[in-house]
């Protein structure tokens, strides 16, 4: 199951993220992208706790890759509920910046434990759960009112939707290479991919003076 939705995930990702935006090709690759991850998401949880399968780190960033996938979506629908007088959010939405909180202090703390130990893996929790607190934060100013979500949905969507298809992408490496310093593999995808949610983001939400 994780393996096939994370294959799912990598195939119809990479098809939405450079087809034409809004075209049906990019609604339907999206809606199979978003099910894939999910699905590679959640049964990454269930692995990392399996008996003789314990893995802290694969927990972590299991619930990073279910907190990205559910805003980069969830944002969608809070854009097209704008139309209606009452708040768009629900209990849900509040539950999620939760969770994305709890999983980026989690990340952290796994990273100043394993860098204790002098091992230079921990560079990789410490850099995704900076991420991840980032958008924890993005998602508490649009809570409160602070951020418009007609002003900011685009840019929600394309960071959280890109961010899981770099983790789709970084777990291929990571599970079909073997380097010396396997932390490099970790972190390079997210470079390479942090640079192209950046032009994606000029290119269709450039900011407005």
Same mark, same amino acid.
């Given at each position: ?39 590679? $998401? ?16 694969? *927990? ?45 202090? *989690? ?82 995808? $997210? ?19």
């Amino acid at each position: 199951m994780h393996i096939a939705g994370g294959g799912i995930g990598l195939m119809t990702g990479t098809i939405a993220a450079v087809v034409q935006k809004g075209n049906r090709v990019h609604r339907l690759c999206g809606k199979l992208f978003f099910y894939g991850m999910l699905l590679a $998401s959640l049964s990454a949880l269930v692995m990392s706790n399996l008996p003789g399968h314990l893995n802290v780190f694969l *927990f972590a960033v299991g619930g990073f890759t279910l907190y990205m996938i559910l805003t980069g979506y969830r944002i969608l629908f809070l854009k097209r509920a704008l139309k209606q007088e009452v708040s768009p959010y629900t209990f849900a939405d509040y539950l999620i910046c939760l969770g994305g909180a709890i999983y980026g202090l *989690f990340l952290l703390v796994l990273s100043v434990r394993t860098l204790q130990q002098g091992d230079r893996f921990g560079l990789v929790p410490l850099a995704f759960g900076l991420i991840c607190l980032r958008f924890v934060w993005v998602d508490v100013r649009l809570l409160l009112g602070k951020t418009p979500i007609r002003q900011s949905w685009m840019v929600i969507h394309l960071g959280r939707m890109l961010g899981a298809l770099i983790a789709a992408y970084t777990a291929f490496l990571v599970v079909n290479i073997q380097i010396g310093q396997q932390w490099i593999l970790w972190l390079l995808p $997210s470079v390479i991919g942090g640079i192209f949610i950046a032009k994606s983001v000029r290119r269709y939400a450039p900011a407005k003076k």
